[in-house]
Each structure stands twice: as structure tokens, then as C-alpha cells.
């Protein structure tokens, strides 16, 4: 295997669009780190430069300046072996709907030059639940089968990279829970992924590793547990028996009652819930049942987006 450190590396990417004569900065200043072996999320609000990255990867879009190497290599230097590198996956389901699924994968794999004995035709639509419809006319598929298809598509020439732009916007729920598998699997076969989603439990569940954008910018990058910890506010609640008059003592933790339950938030970093169960007890306040719940990605990525 050859010696690279970061599947992706990009630096200080720049690209301007032209929309009816305006300029529009999909990428500023755009630098990125994947690592080797790892699932990498993009996550961001609509237009913020996710796709434009990503297309700026395959080769789809030219960059106006800065850096990209993929397994190390160089795109603008070693144009085609940086393709052979990744298999993208793209964002809108653009399958010609005159082939089969069989035929498409036949021809994707001639088109990256792959041997007759080499292809794993059938093992890739086995796999992804496709071998019923192996000869079926593409355009009689379901969304989520395209969309199966397509993962399909680009892991023909087995790439070291595989790159998903939305893998599971409108599926359903099963199929999203398969692709998830799917997607897990190809990761513990060493490969790295990438993917970007809109939803924040995909990114919970799958990823590794984070990066926010918006506008262009990359706002934050970190492991998911790094992400997460950013949100140091935990709410806790107690359904409270009995007495209902909550005293100041409390009034740091923004107390909130309603329908018995009171709701109080409180940082993890300076307050141990011991401190407040305590001040309960002391004014005998008394409770059948305490919840807590810590901050998810969600609360992670509304902060980070509005803070910039
Ligand atoms: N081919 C193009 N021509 C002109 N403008 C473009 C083109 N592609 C993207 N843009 C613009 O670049 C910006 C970034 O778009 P991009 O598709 O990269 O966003 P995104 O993060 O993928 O969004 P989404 O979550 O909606 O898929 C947007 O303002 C978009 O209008
Ligand atoms: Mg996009």
C-alpha cells in the first residue's frame, strides 16, 4: 500500500460561480483533513459548498486556486490516477433509464478500464440488494434502488475513497438502515468514506470525524466526541410529587415547571447533579423520577452555524 497520511487533503480551495453576472463564493479559503481509514462527515446547510467540494474532487468542477491531493496525489498533477483513487457517489439520481443494472455497472467498469475477469458485477448487486432486479430496465426502479445502484456504480474499479453526497435523502427508513450497514461495511474493509447528509443522526450514528461548512467556510473540524462536547449544557428533569414551590436556590439552573415536571439546565463541566438533587432534598422537595439528556449534534451544529 503506498505511503500517504490523509486520504483527502485540500488547502485553501477557492470557487466563484457565475450566476446571471454575480459572483457566487461557493468555496473560501475551503482546507480540509481526511484521514486514512476513517468515516468522514460534511455537514452544512443548503449551499454551502458541500457538492462543490466534492465535484471539485471527481474532477466535475475546476477549482480557481489552492490544493487537493487524494492517497497523496496531486490532482492537478496526476489527474487521472487521483480519479482512480475515489468513487463518488453523486447527489441526484441521474441514472440513464434505458439500461439495466447489470449493463450499467458492465459499462461504468469498462469505462474505468477494469478487466472482464476482475469485475465483481454480481457480488456488488448481490450485496446491495439488487440481484432481483439485475435486468430490469433502470427506469423502472424505485428511488431507493437508484440510489443503490449508484453507490454501486462507484465502487466498481474499488476505490480506496468512496464519497457519498446525500446517501439517503428521501428513503425510507429501511433502506436508510441497510445503506448505513452497507456504508459500515465498506468502512471495515479499510476504505475511507465521506459523506455528506442533512440528517444530524446519520452524522451521529456513522461518522468518525466532522467537518461543518457554511458559506464556503469551514467553520469546525474534530472528531464526533470533540463535536459533541462543545455542548456542555445538560437538561435535567424531575416529576416532582407533592410540594411545587421552587426555591431560589435553584435559579442559576433556569427552572422551568410545568405538568409536575421541572426542567432544569445546568453546565457538566461546573455542576454535578449531586448539587442539585442536594438543594431538592434540602427543601424537601420530593421526586418519583429524574432525567437527564446531553446535547446531540443537532444543538452542536445550530450553535456552530449561528455563532459564525
Ligand atoms: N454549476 C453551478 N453554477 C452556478 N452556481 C453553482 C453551481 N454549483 C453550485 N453553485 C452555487 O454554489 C453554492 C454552493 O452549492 P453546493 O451545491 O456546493 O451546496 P451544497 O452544500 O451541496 O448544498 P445542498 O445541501 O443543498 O446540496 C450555491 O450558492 C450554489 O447555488
Ligand atoms: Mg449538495
Known sequence: MSDYKYSIEAKNVNKTFLQKNQEVKALIDFSITIKRGVIHGL???NGAGKSTFINVLGG??????????????????????????????PQELNIDPF????????????????????????EILENLKLTDQRNAYARTLSGGMRRRLLIGKALVHDPEIIILDEP???????????????????????????????????AENLCDNISIINHGKKIIEGSKNDLLNIISTKTVSFVLEGKK??????????PVLANNILK??????KTNIKNIIDILIANQIGFSEINTSEGDLEDVF?????DK
Not at 179 to 193: A, L, N, P
Not at 245 to 254: G, V
Open 168 to 202: 439517503t435523502a428521501g428513503v425510507d427508513i429501511d433502506i436508510r438502515t441497510s445503506v448505513w450497514d452497507y456504508i459500515k461495511r465498506i468502512s471495515k474493509q479499510g476504505k475511507t468514506v465521506c459523506l455528506t447528509t442533512h440528517y444530524l443522526e446519520e
Open 60 to 89: 466535475l468542477v475546476k477549482k480557481n486556486s489552492g490544493q487537493v491531493s487524494i492517497c497523496g496525489i496531486d490532482i492537478d498533477k496526476n489527474t487521472k490516477l487521483s480519479k482512480f483513487k475515489i468513487g463518488i457517489v
Open 245 to 254: 414551590l421552587i426555591p431560589n436556590q435553584l435559579n442559576d439552573y433556569k
Open 264 to 269: 432544569l439546565s445546568y453546565d457538566k463541566n
Open 43 to 45: 455537514l452544512g446547510p
Open 302 to 306: 445550530i450553535k456552530v452555524i449561528k
Open 99 to 122: 439500461f439495466s443494472p447489470a449493463e450499467l455497472l458492465e459499462l461504468q467498469a469498462g469505462l474505468y478500464g477494469v478487466p472482464k475477469r476482475k469485475r465483481k458485477t454480481d
